[in-house]
């Protein structure tokens, strides 16, 4: 009974190496190249999908071997690089693309791994930035033009990468510093302009204050001998309207014009509180006696 079993056994099990080496899977995030003896005899579930998709394929077994590719859109961070712009100045320039092997058979005949082929791209990158900044001014790297520079970049990248069966889908600029040394003198010069530019602004400041004020002094001069001119025509006019009062009502009545003089002799003579040593009887007082002022005998 064994004896029969084993024969069984024995084909069953090269059955299933013969399986596993004729039948293989194409997930869907991969592409797949099926080599024969080292040639590529053809391609499975590529970017394009000319060539099938993901799924169970067979092939020949023990002359057939099947190579991987990623599908997807990989990406790498280049290594910090120093860029001299058009105008000089030096820029640390930190950036990064995303790329995706749209040719696997070209990749493989180019680069034969992904590691490989990144290692190429990432020399394709740094000479697309040299290129590509170099021939900007520092400003436009910084800020003004930087989307636009990135587009550049990836546009000066996929002219060499066709050739790696690579397609490059982005490139972002994430940093673009000056060096530390370049910073602090930048820093510097930049911090003596502002004071400078403070210190301008404040003097102007102090001039403009000073003809305020001035203009205002000269204003406020103005106006207080203005009031001053007519207060004294006032009050002359005032003073004049009383004196003709007066003189109009003394010569109508001499006695009041007596008996008002003396009043105002009284307030003007005799503060409050002071003590006055007078002989009651004199003329100075005779208004005092009597309403009519008329003295006694």
Known sequence: MNRAIAPILIAAGLGLVVAANTLFIVPQTQQALVLQFGAIDRVINTVDGKNG?????????FVQNVQFYDRRNLGF????????ASDQQ???????ARWQI????RFRQAAQDEETGRSRLENVMTGALRRVLGAAPQNEI?????????????TAMNAEATALGVT??????????????????????MRTERQQAAAKLRAEGDE????????????VTVTLAQARETAE??????????TRVFAQSFGRDPEFAAFYRSMQAYEKAIPKGTPMVVPPDGDFFRYMRDKDGVARK
């Open 53 to 61: 998709g993901p799924g169970l394929y067979m092939k020949s077994p």
């Open 208 to 219: 403009q204050a000073a003809k305020v004020r001035a203009e205002a002094d000269k204003t």
């Open 142 to 154: 910084i800020s003004t033009r930087r989307a636009e520079l990135m587009k550049a970049i990836a």
């Open 233 to 242: 025509k006032t009050r002359g006019e005032g003073d004049a309207a009383r």
């Open 168 to 189: 490059v889908i982005d490139v972002r600029i994430r940093q673009a510093d000056l060096p530390t040394e370049t910073a602090e003198r930048v820093f510097e010069r």
């Open 102 to 105: 749209s040719d696997p058979l």
């Open 77 to 84: 961070n280049l290594q910090e690089q120093a860029i001299v």
């Open 90 to 96: 030096r820029l640390i320039v930190d950036a990064y």
